[in-house]
């Protein structure tokens, strides 16, 4: 099933006569297995699109669909069971709990899914694997590096077996080297599960990996890239 984003337009009222607009006439397709990178400046919209496509923001005009049904027409309880369903989110600053270990803060959200714990246990295990931390899963947060959280979190947000990932800058706070693996793994993920991936970056150099870039500018997508990747 597609995501799909129709002539969305989101503004901020930043005063009663001036709005700021984050997003303007933005049409975006996204079909399952799309791998899709949102690049553009510091203000340009690209945290207000992610958080329209996760349902977690509400167009002030257009629409949202997901597999032809209206995501704005749900209500706030049925959008959030709806991003349960079918989305993982990956963030800058990783977003681990410190005072959970690495495989407690996989299970968390299974347990807000609901899974049985022979489940929770299957799935902790296998999102250990792919993510290559099959080792860590007892460690706490501020026993592992950058990359090794990220790594985490990566876990913690396929082991719901999510169609779409939503990554918002997820190497800024990377050395090139570990964004480069991390970016391999997204890749490695797409390739063999079909997982759907759609993110910002700021980074250049990780742009060529990536089959579609939209640069975006003051809301709107002024350009769409596609690379045979
Ligand atoms: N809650 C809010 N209230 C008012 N204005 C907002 C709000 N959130 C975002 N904006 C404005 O909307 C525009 C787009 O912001 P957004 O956070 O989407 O940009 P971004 O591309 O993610 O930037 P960055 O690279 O710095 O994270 C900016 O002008 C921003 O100031
Ligand atoms: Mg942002």
């Known amino acids: 099933m597609q995501f799909e984003l129709i002539n ?10 001036n709005k700021v607009y ?4 933005v049409n975006l397709c996204i079909p399952e297995g799309e791998f899709m990178a949102l690049v553009g400046p510091s203000g340009s919209g690209k945290t207000t699109v992610l958080n329209l496509i996760a349902g ?16 704005t027409s749900l209500s706030l309880e049925e959008r959030t069971q709806h991003r349960l369903d079918y989305m993982g989110f ?18 968390f ?8 714990q022979q489940e929770i246990k299957e799935r902790v295990s296998w999102a250990l694997k792919q993510v290559g931390l099959e080792k860590m899963g007892k460690r706490f947060p501020k026993q592992l590096s950058g990359g090794q959280q990220q790594r985490v979190s990566i876990a913690r947000a396929i082991a719901g077996k999510p169609q779409l990932i939503l990554a918002d800058e997820p190497t800024a706070n990377l050395d090139s080297k570990t964004a480069q693996e991390i970016i391999e793994l997204f890749l490695k993920l797409n390739k063999d599960f079909k997982l759907t991936f ?13 089959r579609t870039v939209l640069y975006i500018k003051d809301g709107q997508i002024t350009e769409t890239r596609t690379h045979n990747v």
């Open 90 to 107: 990956i963030f800058q600053d990783y977003q681990l709990l410190p005072i959970l270990t690495a495989e407690e803060n996989i299970e």
């Open 22 to 25: 984050g997003a303007r006439n």
């Open 109 to 116: 959200p299974l347990q807000l899914k609901g899974f049985t």
């Open 198 to 210: 759609v993110f910002s970056t700021h980074d250049q150099r990780l742009i060529d990996q990536v």
């Open 56 to 71: 977690l923001i509400l167009p002030t005009g257009g629409s949202l669909k997901h597999g032809g049904s209206d995501i």
């Open 8 to 17: 969305v337009e989101k503004f901020y009222q930043a005063s009663e006569e």
